[in-house]
């Protein structure tokens, strides 16, 4: 005989997902601007070094932040369906983080001197990612 309640082991499947994906790209982009690049300079490293250091480390951890967030909207959508991107506080922030990696990765193509355009792009990601931690997690609020 089949039991009618659902099986809660692909919700804990993306739920794990999605705080595994949070808490790389979230930690990552906390840890590199304001632990790590500081670490370097408190060190004493010269200033040029800390600087080819966060030019050669941002846009990799930027462009993951947005594989991770590709990966967040995906488990959101299967938990919560294709409205829930707009719908939802959730959907609105990796909406935003999309739009705000995209515009980043461009940015650092084509005008790569945008300096304070870029620094405002990724602590606006930082903040997008703070917010989303406060989230309840997809998985764990669908399954009561």
């Known amino acids: 005989m089949k039991s009618v309640t659902p099986d809660p082991r692909p919700y804990k499947a993306a739920a794990a997902s999605w705080l595994l994906a949070q808490t790389f790209w979230v930690g990552g982009l906390?840890?590199?601007?304001?632990?790590?690049?500081?670490?370097?300079?408190?060190?004493?490293?010269a200033p040029l070094l800390v600087q080819s250091v966060a030019d050669a480390l941002t846009p990799l951890l930027v462009g993951f932040a947005g594989f991770c967030a590709l990966l967040q909207v995906v488990l959101l959508v299967a938990a919560h369906g294709f409205a829930s991107l707009w719908r939802e506080m959730r959907g609105q922030l990796l909406l935003t983080v999309l739009v705000m990696v995209v515009s980043y990765l461009v940015v650092d193509r084509i005008a790569?001197?945008?300096?304070?355009?870029?620094?405002?792009?990724?602590?606006?990601?930082?903040?997008?990612?703070?917010?989303l931690v406060l989230q309840p997690v997809p998985g764990r609020d669908a399954v009561r």
């Open 112 to 131: 790569p001197d945008a300096q304070r355009w870029l620094l405002f792009n990724y602590l606006v990601l930082a903040l997008c990612g703070v917010l």
């Open 30 to 45: 906390w840890l590199l601007r304001f632990v790590v690049l500081p670490a370097l300079e408190k060190v004493g490293l």
